[in-house]
DNA sequence: AATGCCGGGCT
DNA sequence: AGCCCGGCATT
């Protein structure tokens, strides 16, 4: 799959090519997205730019002004550091502006590892490290480029590219403000405790709702409890931040088919709460909502609209070319995610979701 | 064969 | 509503 995930690597044969002091003036280098030999070459400063050879159109926007600041020059006359100092002033901004967050996937950018669930808004990871510009490109195989005079941004995309950023940023920013403040709640049913430890919560639900700490708790309990703010809980309808609905979106049926379950299962495996907490609150809610649900026709559940809101659009975008399926009667193929069978296991049956013990679709881990 | 889950039945 | 399972589709 063509999921590129480019990290935004400043390698350091791209950070410092080996060149004469002749680059003060002539040339600007431009690193982004790992892509090989991205260069800004302009006998007039800030003339034009040199997309690397066999960039798809549109891929890019045209007029790219990301420069690492100060990437290649080693000697520099005072001017030339003043007007470093602006372009680094500038380019940060630019970069906190990027309405690059999720973007298209780039063509081959890096061969690397990629993990489309980084696609997902909560499961990128958001590097706080210097390195200004990580995080957005990790975020979504994003060209950097933020240019105001880009023309052509994501049209695609009926937002102003900003908003999606700005939400996005304004989730994480309340996720860690919450993670700071440290109050978690106990999801499981009837039970609400609060508590502000996140050891301490893990514990709880250990003790009292996994009866007993055996090793394979140790990652379920995450499923049980969320991280709290003061404020209120934001909206969940709120439209999504950075993934568009799919071709899916007229049906009530999740086709989405998407990767939340390799996210799904990610954020239940690999690491920490602090990735794995808003799906695992979703999910939560959503396998303990399924039980109001159960009897009645399925909808559009709770999880149905999470799974919407969650759909990588890499998978959704290339599979949208597939005939358009208009009545949803269309049975759902099976996803790639692990279900509770598959991660428990037929033994252990009582630790499944309640939709998987009763035959029904997973809740846990919905595709 | 194993898995996922729809449809439907039972309590 | 909660629970269970036959049976089918998919892998």
Not at 43 to 71: F, I, K
Not at 77 to 104: G, N
Not at 328 to 347: L, N, P, Q
Request: proline share 8%.
């Amino acid at each position: 799959m063509a999921a590129v995930q480019p990290r935004g690597r400043l390698s350091p044969a791209d950070t410092r090519p080996a060149r004469g002091p002749e680059d003060d003036e002539g040339l600007i280098y431009m690193q982004c997205c790992g892509q090989e030999d991205v260069e800004l070459r302009d006998s007039q400063r800030g003339a034009s730019v040199y997309l690397p050879a066999g960039s798809s159109e549109g891929a890019w926007p045209s007029a790219a002004p990301l420069t690492c600041a100060g990437s290649s020059n080693s000697f520099r006359s005072p001017e030339s550091v003043e007007m470093d100092e602006i372009m680094a002033a500038m380019v940060l901004t630019s970069l906190s502006c990027s309405p690059r967050v999720h973007s298209p996937p780039q063509k081959d950018l890096l061969p690397a590892s990629s993990s489309s669930g980084d696609m997902e808004c909560g499961g990128g990871e958001l590097s706080d490290s210097g390195s200004s510009g990580y995080w957005s490109w990790d975020h979504g195989s994003a060209s950097p480029a933020p240019s105001p005079s880009v023309t052509e941004m994501d049209g695609s995309l009926g937002q102003p590219p900003d908003e999606g950023l700005h939400m996005e940023l304004d989730y994480e920013a309340r996720r860690y403000k919450g993670s700071g403040k440290g109050a978690y709640r106990c999801l499981w049913p009837s039970c609400g405790k609060v508590l502000n430890s996140r050891v301490g919560m893990k514990r709880h639900i250990q003790l009292h709702h996994l009866g007993g700490g055996s090793e394979h708790s140790q990652r379920e309990e995450d499923f049980y409890y969320a991280e709290i703010s003061s404020e209120e809980e934001p909206a969940p309808p709120s439209p999504a931040p950075t993934l568009s609905i799919g071709p899916w979106a007229s049906c009530s049926s999740p086709l989405g088919a998407s990767t939340p379950g390799t996210l799904a299962s990610a954020s239940a495996f690999s690491t920490p709460l602090s990735q794995s907490a808003p799906s695992s609150v979703w999910q939560i809610h959503t396998e303990h909502l399924y039980q109001v649900l159960a009897s009645r026709s399925r909808s559009v559940s709770v999880g149905e609209q999470w799974l919407q809101r969650n759909s990588a659009p890499t998978r959704s975008q290339t599979i949208s070319a597939s005939p358009s399926r208009n009545h949803c009667t269309f049975r759902k193929g099976r996803g790639e995610a692990k279900k509770c069978r598959k991660v428990y296991g037929v033994e252990r049956r009582d630790q499944w979701c309640t939709a998987c013990r009763w035959k029904k679709a997973c809740q846990r881990f919905p595709d």
